[in-house]
Protein backbone atom coordinates (compact mmCIF):
# COMPACT_ATOMS: atom_id res chain seq x y z
CA UNK A 1 0.00 0.00 0.00
CA UNK A 2 1.04 3.05 -0.27
CA UNK A 3 2.77 5.38 2.59
CA UNK A 4 0.54 7.95 4.23
CA UNK A 5 1.03 11.24 3.73
CA UNK A 6 1.25 12.30 7.21
CA UNK A 7 4.04 9.80 7.63
CA UNK A 8 6.32 10.68 4.77
CA UNK A 9 6.50 14.64 6.18
CA UNK A 10 7.50 13.10 9.47
CA UNK A 11 10.58 11.39 8.12
CA UNK A 12 13.63 13.64 7.61
CA UNK A 13 15.01 13.85 4.10
CA UNK A 14 18.72 12.77 5.54
CA UNK A 15 16.96 9.74 6.77
CA UNK A 16 15.51 8.88 3.81
CA UNK A 17 18.88 9.50 1.88
CA UNK A 18 20.52 6.78 4.18
CA UNK A 19 17.47 4.65 3.50
CA UNK A 20 17.93 4.96 -0.26
CA UNK A 21 21.97 4.64 0.10
CA UNK A 22 21.18 1.00 2.14
CA UNK A 23 18.87 0.31 -0.81
CA UNK A 24 20.86 0.34 -3.37
CA UNK A 25 24.29 -1.32 -1.91
CA UNK A 26 22.69 -3.72 -0.20
CA UNK A 27 25.22 -3.53 2.42
CA UNK A 28 25.24 -1.07 5.46
CA UNK A 29 29.43 -0.88 5.28
CA UNK A 30 29.11 -0.12 1.31
CA UNK A 31 26.41 2.33 2.61
CA UNK A 32 28.38 4.33 5.39
CA UNK A 33 31.25 4.43 3.31
CA UNK A 34 29.17 6.33 0.55
CA UNK A 35 27.92 8.47 2.71
CA UNK A 36 31.09 8.85 4.55
CA UNK A 37 30.12 7.87 7.69
CA UNK A 38 30.72 5.18 10.36
CA UNK A 39 28.12 2.37 10.20
CA UNK A 40 26.53 2.09 14.06
CA UNK A 41 24.88 5.54 13.46
CA UNK A 42 23.52 4.55 9.91
CA UNK A 43 22.15 1.03 11.42
CA UNK A 44 20.34 3.35 13.89
CA UNK A 45 18.80 5.57 11.32
CA UNK A 46 17.42 3.26 9.71
CA UNK A 47 16.30 1.28 12.65
CA UNK A 48 14.46 4.64 13.65
CA UNK A 49 12.91 4.45 10.58
CA UNK A 50 11.77 1.28 10.72
CA UNK A 51 10.46 1.61 13.92
CA UNK A 52 8.41 4.74 12.63
CA UNK A 53 7.17 2.90 9.97
CA UNK A 54 5.65 -0.18 11.89
CA UNK A 55 7.59 -2.68 9.52
CA UNK A 56 11.24 -4.08 8.96
CA UNK A 57 12.30 -2.24 5.93
CA UNK A 58 15.55 -4.89 4.84
CA UNK A 59 15.41 -8.44 5.66
CA UNK A 60 18.88 -9.10 7.35
CA UNK A 61 21.49 -12.24 6.85
CA UNK A 62 25.05 -12.78 6.83
CA UNK A 63 25.16 -12.62 3.66
CA UNK A 64 23.54 -8.55 3.75
CA UNK A 65 20.77 -7.28 3.37
CA UNK A 66 17.39 -7.24 0.89
CA UNK A 67 14.25 -5.19 0.86
CA UNK A 68 11.31 -6.34 2.25
CA UNK A 69 8.06 -5.68 0.16
CA UNK A 70 7.45 -2.43 2.33
CA UNK A 71 10.95 -1.19 1.77
CA UNK A 72 10.61 -1.82 -1.82
CA UNK A 73 7.45 0.72 -1.63
CA UNK A 74 9.34 2.95 0.52
CA UNK A 75 12.57 3.23 -1.79
CA UNK A 76 10.47 4.74 -4.60
CA UNK A 77 8.85 7.01 -2.42
CA UNK A 78 11.85 7.92 -1.23
CA UNK A 79 13.86 8.98 -4.42
CA UNK A 80 10.46 10.57 -5.50
CA UNK A 81 10.31 12.96 -2.82
CA UNK A 82 14.70 13.32 -3.02
CA UNK A 83 14.04 14.22 -6.29
CA UNK A 84 11.22 16.59 -5.93
CA UNK A 85 13.29 18.00 -2.90
CA UNK A 86 16.44 18.43 -5.33
CA UNK A 87 14.44 19.93 -8.07
CA UNK A 88 13.24 22.61 -5.24
CA UNK A 89 16.80 23.45 -4.39
CA UNK A 90 17.41 23.99 -7.69
CA UNK A 91 14.44 26.71 -8.52
CA UNK A 92 15.11 28.36 -5.53
CA UNK A 93 18.93 28.62 -6.07
CA UNK A 94 17.96 29.68 -9.88
CA UNK A 95 15.63 32.31 -8.64
CA UNK A 96 18.70 33.52 -6.84
CA UNK A 97 20.25 33.42 -9.79
CA UNK A 98 22.69 30.72 -8.59
CA UNK A 99 21.39 28.51 -11.72
CA UNK A 100 25.15 27.11 -12.77
CA UNK A 101 27.87 24.32 -12.14
CA UNK A 102 31.08 23.98 -13.23
CA UNK A 103 31.83 20.88 -13.78
CA UNK A 104 36.27 20.03 -14.12
CA UNK A 105 36.39 16.76 -16.07
CA UNK A 106 39.82 15.09 -16.61
CA UNK A 107 40.67 12.34 -19.03
CA UNK A 108 38.33 10.48 -21.18
CA UNK A 109 35.22 12.74 -21.75
CA UNK A 110 34.14 9.86 -23.60
CA UNK A 111 33.95 7.94 -20.77
CA UNK A 112 30.59 5.88 -20.83
CA UNK A 113 29.81 6.80 -17.32
CA UNK A 114 30.19 10.36 -18.03
CA UNK A 115 27.30 10.18 -21.27
CA UNK A 116 25.19 8.24 -18.62
CA UNK A 117 25.48 11.03 -16.07
CA UNK A 118 25.01 14.00 -18.74
CA UNK A 119 22.10 11.93 -19.60
CA UNK A 120 20.66 11.82 -16.50
CA UNK A 121 21.48 15.00 -15.48
CA UNK A 122 20.19 17.22 -17.86
CA UNK A 123 16.84 14.89 -17.52
CA UNK A 124 16.74 15.70 -13.95
CA UNK A 125 18.36 19.13 -14.03
CA UNK A 126 16.87 21.13 -17.41
CA UNK A 127 17.33 24.44 -15.77
CA UNK A 128 20.95 24.21 -14.73
CA UNK A 129 23.52 25.44 -16.31
CA UNK A 130 26.06 23.34 -16.30
CA UNK A 131 29.64 24.31 -17.69
CA UNK A 132 32.32 22.07 -18.40
CA UNK A 133 36.30 22.95 -18.14
CA UNK A 134 39.15 20.17 -19.40
CA UNK A 135 41.77 20.09 -17.49
CA UNK A 136 45.49 18.50 -18.37
CA UNK A 137 46.82 16.44 -16.48
CA UNK A 138 48.90 18.85 -13.97
CA UNK A 139 46.24 18.96 -11.89
CA UNK A 140 44.14 16.42 -11.08
CA UNK A 141 41.45 18.43 -8.85
CA UNK A 142 41.00 20.33 -12.34
CA UNK A 143 40.66 23.76 -10.68
CA UNK A 144 38.82 22.67 -7.31
CA UNK A 145 41.55 24.33 -5.19
CA UNK A 146 42.14 27.60 -7.41
CA UNK A 147 38.37 28.18 -7.20
CA UNK A 148 37.58 27.31 -10.95
CA UNK A 149 35.47 24.44 -10.40
CA UNK A 150 32.62 23.59 -8.49
CA UNK A 151 33.06 19.99 -8.64
CA UNK A 152 35.63 17.87 -10.50
CA UNK A 153 35.50 13.96 -12.69
CA UNK A 154 38.55 13.02 -12.13
CA UNK A 155 41.26 10.00 -10.83
CA UNK A 156 42.46 9.44 -7.49
CA UNK A 157 45.14 9.38 -5.50
CA UNK A 158 45.84 12.86 -4.88
CA UNK A 159 46.55 15.18 -2.21
CA UNK A 160 42.71 15.18 -0.10
CA UNK A 161 43.54 18.07 1.96
CA UNK A 162 40.17 19.61 2.51
CA UNK A 163 38.37 17.97 -0.07
CA UNK A 164 35.70 15.43 -0.55
CA UNK A 165 35.59 12.60 -2.42
CA UNK A 166 33.13 10.02 -3.94
CA UNK A 167 34.12 7.07 -5.29
CA UNK A 168 32.50 5.99 -8.48
CA UNK A 169 34.57 3.38 -10.28
CA UNK A 170 37.24 1.63 -9.98
CA UNK A 171 39.86 0.32 -13.12
CA UNK A 172 42.76 -1.78 -13.82
CA UNK A 173 45.69 -0.37 -15.01
CA UNK A 174 48.02 -1.32 -18.00
CA UNK A 175 51.09 -0.08 -19.22
CA UNK A 176 51.19 0.77 -23.02
CA UNK A 177 53.58 0.47 -24.77
CA UNK A 178 54.65 0.45 -29.01
CA UNK A 179 52.90 -2.48 -30.71
CA UNK A 180 56.60 -3.90 -31.92
CA UNK A 181 57.53 -3.64 -28.40
CA UNK A 182 58.78 -7.39 -26.78
CA UNK A 183 56.82 -6.78 -23.92
CA UNK A 184 53.93 -6.17 -25.83
CA UNK A 185 53.16 -9.51 -26.54
CA UNK A 186 53.47 -10.69 -23.15
CA UNK A 187 49.99 -11.65 -21.80
CA UNK A 188 50.62 -9.28 -18.10
CA UNK A 189 53.43 -7.36 -16.67
CA UNK A 190 54.75 -6.22 -13.29
CA UNK A 191 56.69 -2.89 -12.34
CA UNK A 192 59.73 -4.71 -12.25
CA UNK A 193 59.73 -5.48 -16.01
CA UNK A 194 59.87 -2.10 -16.57
CA UNK A 195 62.39 -1.13 -14.39
CA UNK A 196 64.92 0.28 -16.82
CA UNK A 197 62.62 2.19 -19.30
CA UNK A 198 61.94 5.84 -19.48
CA UNK A 199 58.62 6.97 -18.03
CA UNK A 200 56.70 10.21 -18.88
CA UNK A 201 56.81 13.04 -15.83
CA UNK A 202 54.15 15.50 -15.25
CA UNK A 203 56.04 19.18 -14.83
CA UNK A 204 58.03 20.22 -11.55
CA UNK A 205 54.76 21.28 -9.05
CA UNK A 206 52.54 18.39 -9.95
CA UNK A 207 50.83 16.99 -6.97
CA UNK A 208 53.52 14.64 -5.56
CA UNK A 209 50.73 11.68 -4.96
CA UNK A 210 49.37 11.76 -8.50
CA UNK A 211 52.80 11.97 -10.01
CA UNK A 212 53.75 8.42 -7.97
CA UNK A 213 51.07 6.95 -8.54
CA UNK A 214 51.09 7.39 -12.25
CA UNK A 215 55.23 6.39 -12.19
CA UNK A 216 54.58 3.25 -10.31
CA UNK A 217 55.43 4.47 -7.03
CA UNK A 218 59.56 5.01 -7.90
CA UNK A 219 61.10 7.64 -8.98
CA UNK A 220 61.65 8.23 -12.60
CA UNK A 221 62.70 9.72 -15.50
CA UNK A 222 61.46 10.69 -19.12
CA UNK A 223 60.30 13.06 -21.05
CA UNK A 224 57.63 15.90 -19.62
CA UNK A 225 53.77 15.37 -20.99
CA UNK A 226 50.75 17.55 -19.73
CA UNK A 227 47.77 15.82 -21.88
CA UNK A 228 46.91 12.34 -22.79
CA UNK A 229 47.77 12.45 -26.48
CA UNK A 230 51.39 13.95 -25.07
CA UNK A 231 51.70 10.63 -23.37
CA UNK A 232 50.75 8.17 -26.12
CA UNK A 233 53.03 10.97 -28.99
CA UNK A 234 56.02 9.90 -26.00
CA UNK A 235 55.28 6.16 -26.28
CA UNK A 236 55.34 6.31 -30.14
CA UNK A 237 57.97 8.71 -30.90
CA UNK A 238 60.36 7.16 -27.60
CA UNK A 239 59.25 4.17 -26.87
CA UNK A 240 58.66 6.04 -23.14
CA UNK A 241 56.45 3.70 -20.45
CA UNK A 242 53.17 5.07 -19.98
CA UNK A 243 50.42 3.93 -17.57
CA UNK A 244 47.04 3.67 -18.38
CA UNK A 245 43.36 2.49 -17.19
CA UNK A 246 42.15 -0.18 -19.55
CA UNK A 247 39.87 -0.36 -21.35
CA UNK A 248 40.11 2.62 -23.88
CA UNK A 249 41.07 2.45 -27.17
CA UNK A 250 44.48 3.23 -28.38
CA UNK A 251 45.83 3.72 -32.27
CA UNK A 252 46.99 0.67 -34.40
CA UNK A 253 50.58 1.35 -33.51
CA UNK A 254 50.25 1.14 -29.42
CA UNK A 255 49.31 -1.57 -27.06
CA UNK A 256 48.01 -2.02 -23.56
CA UNK A 257 49.35 -5.06 -21.15
CA UNK A 258 47.58 -5.73 -18.36
CA UNK A 259 49.92 -4.53 -14.81
CA UNK A 260 49.04 -6.95 -12.38
CA UNK A 261 51.09 -5.35 -9.33
CA UNK A 262 49.37 -1.76 -9.75
CA UNK A 263 46.54 -0.62 -7.60
CA UNK A 264 43.49 0.03 -9.62
CA UNK A 265 42.60 3.36 -11.12
CA UNK A 266 39.87 4.99 -8.71
CA UNK A 267 37.18 7.22 -11.02
CA UNK A 268 36.15 9.73 -8.41
CA UNK A 269 33.92 13.18 -7.93
CA UNK A 270 35.18 15.40 -5.44
CA UNK A 271 34.20 18.36 -4.18
CA UNK A 272 35.78 21.06 -1.32
CA UNK A 273 35.08 20.18 2.05
CA UNK A 274 31.84 22.34 3.64
CA UNK A 275 30.56 23.23 0.09
CA UNK A 276 26.84 23.39 1.30
CA UNK A 277 25.66 24.12 -2.25
CA UNK A 278 22.53 21.74 -3.19
CA UNK A 279 23.39 21.21 -6.40
CA UNK A 280 26.77 19.57 -5.71
CA UNK A 281 25.07 16.92 -3.45
CA UNK A 282 21.99 16.21 -6.14
CA UNK A 283 24.96 16.02 -8.64
CA UNK A 284 26.81 12.92 -6.60
CA UNK A 285 23.82 11.22 -6.20
CA UNK A 286 23.14 11.40 -10.07
CA UNK A 287 26.81 10.67 -10.50
CA UNK A 288 26.90 7.53 -8.59
CA UNK A 289 24.07 5.65 -10.12
CA UNK A 290 25.59 6.88 -13.70
CA UNK A 291 28.78 5.01 -12.80
CA UNK A 292 27.32 1.91 -11.19
CA UNK A 293 25.94 0.60 -14.72
Not at 108 to 114: F, K, N, V, W
Amino acid sequence: MPIPGGYRCSVELRTLRYFVAVAEELHFGRAATRLHMSQPPLSRAIKQLEAEAGALLFARSPAGVTLTPVGAVLLDEARALLDHADRVRARVFAAAGVATLTVGILGDSTDPGATRLADAYRRSHPDIDIRIRDTDLTDPTCGLRAGLVDIALTRAPFDETALTLRELRTDPVGVVLRADDPLARRGRLRRADLGDRRWFQFPRGTDPIWQSYWNGGEPREGPVVRVVQECLQAVLWNGTVGLAPLGHDLPAELAAVPLIDMAPSRVVAVWNKGDTNPLIRSFIEIATAAYRH
